[in-house]
Nanobody, 123 residues
Framework: QVQLVESGGGSVQAGGSLRLSCAAP????????KGWFRQAPGKDRESVAA????????YYADSVKGRFTISRDNAKNTVYLQMNSLRPEDTAVYYC????????????????WGQGTQVTVSS
């Protein structure tokens, strides 16, 4: 069994920045695509960003394009989401995800999920 563990969430003023981290113990998911999802109260979970296993390709939702950056360090079994120019509408629980095919993450599917970390952006 594997577990993804998110960290780095918190509260920030609009226009501020946060960096989320997602760690996976061991090497089990090193060859998997990785991504970030978010879910706000009363809304469906949505794909935010995804990255291939070697970091060669990335995907971003239109709502975060130009503001968020996804990256990964396979040596540390960690994926990151750098969030800049945060807006109140970015407030949500953010989940790390992993899938054998990274395109599955773009389509909204995943095989493994983290517990989630709360991001709150005040106006």
């Amino acid at each position: 069994q594997v577990q993804l563990v998110e960290s780095g969430g918190g509260s920030v003023q609009a226009g501020g920045s946060l960096r989320l981290s997602c760690a996976a113990p061991g090497r089990t998911l090193s060859s998997y695509g990785k991504g970030w999802f978010r879910q706000a109260p009363g809304k469906d979970r949505e794909s935010v960003a995804a990255i291939t296993w070697n970091g060669g390709l990335t995907y971003y939702a239109d709502s975060v394009k130009g503001r968020f950056t996804i990256s990964r360090d396979n040596a540390k079994n960690t994926v990151y989401l750098q969030m800049n120019s945060l807006r109140p509408e970015d407030t949500a629980v953010y989940y790390c995800a992993a899938a054998l095919n990274w395109q599955s993450l773009v389509a909204g599917n995943s095989n493994f999920w983290g517990q989630g970390t709360q991001v709150t952006v005040s106006s």
